[in-house]
């Protein structure tokens, strides 16, 4: 019998149960440890659990989701303010300056998680137990 046929196939991992447990900034495998030991510097490794997290590879994905999301929300709002009244500039810097830099600092770190999250479910960047340069 050849090592092929004997080979089983890795468990399960649901992406959407991953992304919403890094979302909240805990272990994507677990749901139990802290995710990160800084605001964006993620844990080495799952303090419950075990789960190796010094090899993923975020890079741009989540800010790039904080501006597209925040920018949205900020423009929407934006416009929707100046249909509904006549603010002057100081007031719309005054608001809308203070809204984007609070949604952007509310929204990167969970994005980052979920970004984790997504990685560990999917296998990517050596959670898969395949080399983190096997990805390229």
Request: glycine share 10%; with cysteine.
């Amino acid at each position: 019998m050849s090592s092929d046929s004997q080979h089983t196939a890795p468990e399960r991992r649901d992406v959407l149960p991953a992304m919403w447990r890094g979302f909240r900034m805990r272990c994507p495998h677990c749901g139990e440890g802290k995710l990160f030991r800084g605001f964006l510097k993620s844990v080495d490794q799952c303090e419950r659990c075990g789960e190796t997290y010094s090899h993923h590879r975020a890079d741009d994905l989540p800010p790039y989701l904080t501006v597209f999301i925040v920018g949205h929300i900020v423009v929407a709002l934006f416009m929707g303010a100046e249909t509904w009244g006549d603010l002057s500039l100081a007031a719309h810097l005054a608001i809308w300056i203070p809204v984007t830099l609070i949604l952007s600092l509310v929204l990167l770190q969970p994005l980052k998680g979920a970004t984790i999250g997504l990685q560990w479910a999917i296998r990517m960047h050596g959670f898969g137990g395949a080399p983190a340069e096997a990805d390229h």
